[in-house]
T-cell receptor, first 112, second 114 residues
Framework: AQSVSQHNHHVILSEAASLELGCNYSYGGTVNLFWYVQYPGQHLQLLLKYFSGDPLVKGIKGFEAEFIKSKFSFNLRKPSVQWSDTAEYFC??????????FGTGTRLTVIP | NAGVTQTPKFQVLKTGQSMTLQCAQDMNHEYMSWYRQDPGMGLRLIHYSVGAGITDQGEVPNGYNVSRSTTEDFPLRLLSAAPSQTSVYFCASAPRGKMNTEAFFGQGTRLTVV
């Protein structure tokens, strides 16, 4: 069965600190991976996605993620976070069917 | 272009009441789905539809009904609300067979059942 795990439930960082949020998926076949962000009171927005090719993908707002097939991981990174990055971040996977499977989310709090 | 529109944004129900959460999209997307978001559990799929007249169950369908009479609309019905259905509900849409491009989400409906 397909599943996505996010082990960091709540991360607190100071502005300018570097960020890495973990995401592991369980599916052994071809998989598409996503990171979504949900700012307080808003709907989910796509940060970045990986389908194939270069395993290092760059998204909006300076975020990037690296697909490591051998580790079944798709960790999200940002070199220097800002207060405006305070949000909840969701990793998601998609295989052949039409549905996205979401992780439980990681709440990021950035302290000015 | 409005994207995905959900109504209402907030709702309080008494146990046993019924209601319908509305979802409409104006992008001519074939695929639509409903998720519920609960603390510590992420988003879980309730029901989905791959086109008008076609619906199917997701991960947590019990207590919810859906129908898809038009491409634009995908309402979610709670026939007899229970406190366990207190949650934030998100509707999403995508072009058929292209859920791997991007799913567009509505702004959510926060439902409280007392």
């Amino acid at each position: 069965a397909q599943s996505v795990s996010q082990h960091n439930h709540h991360v607190i960082l100071s502005e300018a600190a570097s960020l890495e949020l973990g995401c592991n998926y369980s599916y052994g076949g071809t998989v598409n991976l996503f990171w979504y962000v949900q700012y307080p009171g808003q709907h989910l927005q796509l940060l970045l996605k990986y389908f194939s090719g270069d395993p290092l993908v760059k998204g909006i707002k300076g975020f990037e993620a690296e697909f490591i097939k051998s580790k079944f991981s798709f960790n999200l990174r940002k070199p220097s976070v800002q207060w405006s990055d305070t949000a909840e971040y969701f990793c998601a996977s998609h295989t052949g069917a039409n549905n996205l499977f979401f992780g439980t989310g990681t709440r990021l709090t950035v302290i000015p | 272009n409005a994207g995905v529109t959900q109504t209402p944004k907030f709702q309080v129900l008494k146990t046993g009441q019924s209601m319908t959460l509305q979802c409409a999209q104006d992008m001519n997307h074939e695929y639509m789905s409903w998720y519920r978001q609960d603390p510590g559990m992420g988003l879980r799929l309730i029901h989905y539809s791959v086109g008008a007249g076609i619906t199917d169950q997701g991960e947590v369908p019990n207590g919810y009904n859906v129908s898809r009479s038009t491409t634009e609309d995908f309402p979610l019905r709670l026939l007899s609300a229970a406190p366990s259905q207190t949650s934030v509900y998100f509707c999403a849409s995508a072009p058929r067979g292209k859920m791997n491009t991007e799913a567009f989400f509505g702004q959510g409906t926060r439902l409280t059942v007392v």
